[in-house]
């Protein structure tokens, strides 16, 4: 059950937010990669009893897919660099020597994350569609959707199509230098994608606990490609949310960065934040 306060803590009294409301229909959660947005999605998934859709998840499914098939070629060669453009899916699946269009998809997705870019939208967004339409386009999460202009439309579309809501986006800010910092630590299950911090939430014994596999780092978790993405955050992202907000829905601002960093110095922060917009 979703409830709206925040739990006494030191001492401090309980405070409540009466503003927020019990139910919420879905939430779009951005920021810079790295800036700390899971902390503040595990809140909200507990406040309002929602699901985590993340489009990051749904690519490592198809990247991790690409990889077992042990393609170790060039993926350049599947790229037209004058029409900027991919080679048709016939002359990939010739060359890759398979019709799984889950593989294909795959290497398109790689190509793209081995660079630090985000994935083109005509394929991010036949992604999304799908699995968001899982759940009816309710109660969920939307973490890493929309990161461009074109995706925010699309979005916005789709939910007149399907008769639903985004209610606010969460916005967590960070400075460039700290998410480099943080993100040059960052570990995750290969399996279930299970996000780690060898500084703030390493793994027991570097497994996942969950699955009990050893924890990797991204291949996109290096210096290079981090300044890369948070260029393109800029260049792309910003501009997407500044169309959400522009059609109606409420930006909701919070520090990714805590002097003191606990579960309930998280958790106050973005109800205090949810709270703001809906006064």
Known sequence: MAHSYIPETNGISMKMYDNIP??????VVTGKSGAGKQPRIDVLVDEFDLQQLST??????????????????????????????????EEISKELDTDDPGVILGMKAKYFV????????????????????RRDYRHQVLDGYPRTLSQAKFLLKLLEEQNTDIDFILWVENEDQKIIE?????????????????????PPEGKCEECGVEVIQRSDDTKEKIRSRLSEFKEKVVPAMEFMEEHGISI???????????????????????EDIYK
Not at 22 to 27: F, P, Y
Not at 114 to 133: A, H, K, M, Q, W
Not at 188 to 201: E, F, N, Q, S, T
């Open 56 to 89: 990051g998840n749904i690519f490592r499914t198809y990247l991790g897919k690409f990889n077992d098939y042990g393609f170790d070629g060039d993926l350049s060669q599947f790229w037209d660099d004058e029409e900027e453009c991919f080679l048709t899916d």
């Open 252 to 274: 909701a601002k919070v520090p990714g960065h805590l002097e003191e960093f606990t579960p309930e110095n998280v958790r106050r922060s973005v109800l205090e934040a949810v």
């Open 114 to 133: 081995d660079r630090g870019l985000f994935v083109p939208d005509y394929i991010t967004n036949e992604l999304f569609n799908s699995y968001f339409g």
């Open 182 to 202: 943080r993100t040059i630590k960052r570990r995750i299950c290969p399996d279930c994608g299970k996000v780690y911090h060898l500084i703030y939430a390493p």
């Open 22 to 27: 019990k139910e919420v229909t879905n939430i």
